[in-house]
């Protein structure tokens, strides 16, 4: 009972950073794509992400490696094997080294050829694109070696090294946003430069970081088949999950281009970052929790493993959707005064992005515990048929006329399937309860979205943009909390929110009344 106590309180401190983390992240990405925007303008602004999408395709073996990387991490440090834990940190860095020469080698052959092939842009803009593309390349690859650093801070669970890095990180991205205000050069190419800088100077604090906080994160080449077999071996089933989700991502960028241009790429380039930012409240969250899962499936704590999988995947989808439901309502007034100017689709793609977010976050704990068994092969191949079928049937779609946004209903409809078919996979691996799962989680999730969205959903056209968001904001903050401790929360959970609530009250009167007290001194030292 005291570790699981403890746990919690790991949990719970670990979370709070990340969320400083996201806050600092969010706000300073919500600023400068504004100004980027304005700066690069709506073509040049479409240029950079359907180039950026290019690289990234090339990624997926990384993505891939990431996954391996951080599994075997966790599981070694459950089980207190220090020096195993050291040959396998050593063993990603040589395997991310490897990728990051393959990434360079396919991005300079393959990608620009197809980048000078097929993909449209002005004419006048071509030496600007193959700059862009370069800086583009160089700043992937610097983010490929960071991966095994990354995943030994959330292996060690030093959540609060995020929170110090990401005040670098935005000091580095206002910088940008200055300089690009004041440069005379293209600010296509500069931008793509100054980016690679800043990735360039992340890298080296996490490098300085790990080496002097973590033993195990002191690089030594050494050669031993069998574990890098083992890494390998993991990763190679994890590969296919990673070709379907790049896909599934950069892939519909680029068919998006092929039919529509680079102002379609725009839309979708303010979109995905109106995902990154909505889901980075759940994806702070649930890396909180993904070590504990690995963890607790080592250690054979069996009850505690299916209860975090349980609290974790219901939990993700109640903090997104209080955050995401006034942004989904009013998601053309935030645009407008986030970026002035709109271009077209971009609200009908964030509403979708929104919805998608909300499905993804029930099944991210869901594909962390099939990662802790360790028996992925079926696993990956099942689920990387269904997600890649997103790009065929959108081609189809797109091919005989439909709007852009059918892509990304196609990508909702398709995860509500996934999600079935990951209950069902669950059950055979290891007897996970569907039922269960229904009763405890999307029960309470269905009975949770029925009864805060038509009270939410108001029509408020008589109040201005500023006042309705706030308005909504705060409507679904208080109901959303209302309702799920109601129905959305067991009776154990809530008697534990109602003891913690209870102890942060006691804090609270404590700290008050030492204040009283205080002022009560003073006074009197003034009186005498």
């Known amino acids: 009972m005291h570790s699981i106590s403890e746990n919690n309180k790991r ?61 075997f991490l966790n599981y070694e440090l459950g089980r207190g094997d220090l020096m195993t834990t050291q040959h396998v ?15 360079f080698v396919l991005a300079e052959t393959a990608g620009l050829w197809f980048l000078e092939r097929y993909i449209q842009y002005p004419a006048d803009r071509g030496w600007a694109v193959t700059l862009t593309y370069q800086f583009t390349i160089l700043g992937t690859c610097v983010n490929i070696m960071r991966a095994p650093y990354n995943a030994a801070i959330i292996a060690h669970e030093r959540m609060s090294f995020y929170a110090y890095i990401s005040v670098i990180e935005a000091v580095f991205r206002l910088l940008i946003v200055y300089l690009l205000t004041w440069t005379a050069w293209d600010r296509l190419i500069f931008y ?13 604090c996490y490098y300085l970081y790990c080496r002097r906080s973590f033993a195990v994160c002191h690089y030594h080449f050494f050669w031993d088949k069998g574990l890098f077999c083992e ?41 995905n970052q109106v995902q990154t930012a909505v889901y980075s409240f759940v994806s702070n969250f649930q890396t909180a929790f993904n070590p504990q899962i690995v963890k607790s499936y080592v250690s054979g704590d069996r009850c505690y493993f299916i209860d975090l999988i349980m609290r974790t995947s219901k939990y993700s989808y ?17 645009l407008s005064l986030w970026l002035g ?50 790009l065929p049937v959108s081609y189809l779609f797109l ?27 669950l059950k055979r691996l290891y007897a996970f309860s569907i039922k269960r799962y229904l009763r405890e989680v999307l029960g309470r999730v269905i009975v949770v979205t029925a009864f805060v969205f038509p009270i939410v959903y108001l029509p408020l056209e008589m109040i201005g943009d500023e006042e309705k968001i706030i308005f909504l904001g705060i409507l679904s903050l208080v109901l959303n909390f209302l309702v799920m401790y109601c129905f959305g929360l067991d009776r154990r959970e809530r008697e534990i929110l109602t003891v913690q609530l209870r102890k942060i009250c006691v804090i609270y009167k404590k700290k008050k009344k030492n204040c009283s007290r205080y002022e009560k001194c003073l006074s009197v030292i003034e009186l005498k």
């Open 318 to 334: 109640f903090l997104l959707f209080a955050i995401s439901l006034p942004l989904y309502i009013c998601c053309e007034e935030v």
């Open 192 to 204: 793509g430069f100054l980016m690679f800088v800043v990735l360039a100077l992340v890298l080296a």
């Open 89 to 103: 940190f050593s063993a990603s860095v040589t395997i991310h080294l490897g990728i990051a020469l393959l990434t």
């Open 341 to 390: 100017e709109v271009p077209a689709h971009t609200v009908s793609f964030c509403r979708l992005m929104i919805l998608l977010s909300l499905l993804e976050a029930l099944q991210g704990p869901l594909w962390v515990s099939v990662q802790a068994t360790g028996k992925i092969r079926d696993y990956q191949i099942l689920m990387s048929v269904m997600i890649l079928a997103n």
């Open 11 to 71: 949990i719970a401190k670990n979370t709070l950073f990340l969320y400083v983390r996201m806050l600092l992240i969010m706000g300073v990405t919500l600023y400068t794509s504004r100004v980027v925007l304005q700066m690069l303008g709506v073509e040049d602004y479409g240029i950079y992400n359907v180039v950026g999408g290019i690289v990234v395709l090339f990624t997926f073996v990384n993505n891939a490696m990431v996954t391996s990387t951080q599994r």
């Open 399 to 425: 091919r005989i006329g439909y709007v852009p946004e059918v892509v990304l209903e196609i990508r909702c409809i398709l995860s509500i399937l996934i999600l079935w078919v990951r209950l069902w996979y």
């Open 231 to 271: 890494l390998l071996g993991f990763s190679g089933w994890s590969l296919f999950g990673g070709i379907a989700n790049m896909g599934a991502s950069q892939g519909l960028n680029i068919l998006l281009n092929l039919f529509f241009g680079v102002t379609v790429n725009a839309a979708m380039g303010i979109a």
